[in-house]
């Protein structure tokens, strides 16, 4: 089993960054991919940043530019998020998934390629 543990999240000011961390644990053999995801009430989730093994990343158009995902020895995941807008309001899920046959996949915003979730920091950023 894999453990995805989030930290974080907060309120800011409009125009203000934040930094959103993810570390996994458990049985993280193989190959893999990590993302982050967001969701907001009352809409579907949404793929906001991805990366893979081989340092691949993928931006939603709504945030390219602003927001960077990055990961430290396949077990901590990064999100800056920097020039924060009210849109970005929503919550942040760490998202992860490990092969073990060691193929490589590659990075994706679509939920549906991930296993393992985090259980989900709010984000708030004001007017």
């Known amino acids: 089993q894999v453990q995805l543990v989030e930290s974080g999240g907060g309120s800011v000011q409009s125009g203000g960054s934040l930094r959103l961390s993810c570390k996994a644990s458990g049985y993280t053999s193989g190959s893999y991919r990590m993302a982050w995801f967001r969701q907001r009430q009352g809409q579907e989730r949404e793929g906001v940043a991805a990366?893979?093994?081989?340092?691949?990343k993928g931006y939603a158009g709504s945030v390219q530019g602003r927001f960077a995902i990055s990961l430290d020895n396949a077990k901590s995941l990064y999100l800056q998020m920097n020039n924060l807008k009210p849109d970005d309001t929503a919550t942040y899920f760490c998202?992860?998934?490990?092969?073990?046959?060691?193929?490589?996949?590659?990075?994706?915003?679509?939920?549906?390629?991930?296993?393992?979730w985090g259980q989900g920091n709010r984000v708030t950023v004001a007017s």
């Open positions: 990366i893979d093994e081989r340092g691949t």
């Open positions: 998202a992860a998934s490990y092969y073990f046959n060691g193929y490589y996949y590659p990075q994706s915003l679509h939920s549906a390629d991930y296993r393992y």
